[in-house]
């Protein structure tokens, strides 16, 4: 199984992007799939999860902002991202949780005038 994050990309500070994981090979039920965030020089973190049974969390920095959602069916996940600042600058990844952790290949994202 692989996931594969996409939807990153250069935008100016106030602009959008909406990023999308998806995966390939057989993808186990999950109880949680979240996005992260790694900036140069800092740790990896949480930026929103959600569970299997739709209940999300977000990070204290992106609420209000960011929307994580999910396609069931096809087992994919997205994460609207409004009103981006130059914080959001990061490599975000996609994981998915079912008895074990799958990570996918992060995308980049960069908020800058």
């Known amino acids: 199984v692989q996931l594969q994050a996409s939807g990153g990309g250069l935008v100016q500070p106030g602009g959008s992007l909406r990023l999308s994981c998806a995966g390939s090979?057989?993808?186990?039920?999950?109880?949680?799939m979240g996005w992260y965030r790694q900036a140069p020089g800092k740790e990896r973190e949480l930026v929103a999860g959600i569970t299997a049974g739709g209940s999300t969390n977000y990070a204290d920095s992106v609420k209000g902002r960011f929307t994580i959602s999910r396609d069931i069916r096809k087992k994919e996940l997205y994460l609207q991202m409004n009103n981006l600042k130059p914080e959001d600058t990061a490599v975000y990844y996609c994981k998915y949780v079912s008895g074990y952790e799958i990570w996918g290949r992060g995308t980049q994202v960069t908020v800058s005038s």
């Open positions: 090979g057989r993808i186990p039920a999950t109880r949680f």
